[in-house]
């Protein structure tokens, strides 16, 4: 009888054993995943290589953050509208060979350039624009149209 109740325990403890041999294995296995490419590390060197590169990154994200954030207001100056008004001002020519380019920021502050073709030749214009008006010289008809299209304002 106690040499039954001695193969139990030493059955037992054997278990006990392999259990533990395989717990130990599956950790070391983990270790080894976690280290590779680590040059031999130990993983406090892998964990303290983490945090520098945790360091790093939150100081680009925070560099990136402020980019953006310049970006962003800046952006409001760029020329964001654009209208195209094609058409036809002179009665001796044929077809809408005229036009007028409308290019605006976000405050409608920029310049329309107008071309007036005739059977003499091409006039330039460019006037400046600040808040959607003429600063320096009046707008005509057609340039207000213009500044319409590229407000995205539809005439009815």
């Known amino acids: 009888m106690a040499i039954l109740i ?20 599956k950790l070391q296995d983990n270790y080894s995943v976690f ?12 964990l303290q290589s983490i945090l520098q590169q945790l360091s790093v990154t939150k100081k680009d994200i925070d560099l990136l ?19 195209l008004l094609r058409f036809n001002p002179f009665k001796d020519t044929g077809g809408d ?3 007028i380019l409308s290019l605006v920021d976000a405050y409608d502050t920029g310049v329309i350039i107008t071309a007036l073709y ?15 008006k003429g ?3 009046e707008l005509s008809e057609e340039e207000k149209k213009a500044l319409k299209l ?3 304002i539809s005439e009815k």
């Open 6 to 25: 001695i193969t139990i325990l030493l059955i037992l403890c054997l278990g006990w054993v392999g259990f533990l041999t395989l717990s130990l294995r």
């Open 35 to 46: 280290t590779n490419g680590a040059n031999k590390q130990s993983l406090d060197g892998v």
């Open 65 to 83: 953050s402020s980019r953006c954030d310049t970006m962003e207001k800046n952006e409001r100056f760029y020329i964001q509208k654009i209208g």
């Open 97 to 99: 060979q005229s036009f």
């Open 118 to 132: 005739s059977r003499s030749g091409t006039r330039w214009y460019a006037k400046k624009v600040v808040k959607g």
């Open 135 to 137: 600063s320096e010289h």
């Open 150 to 152: 590229a407000q995205g």
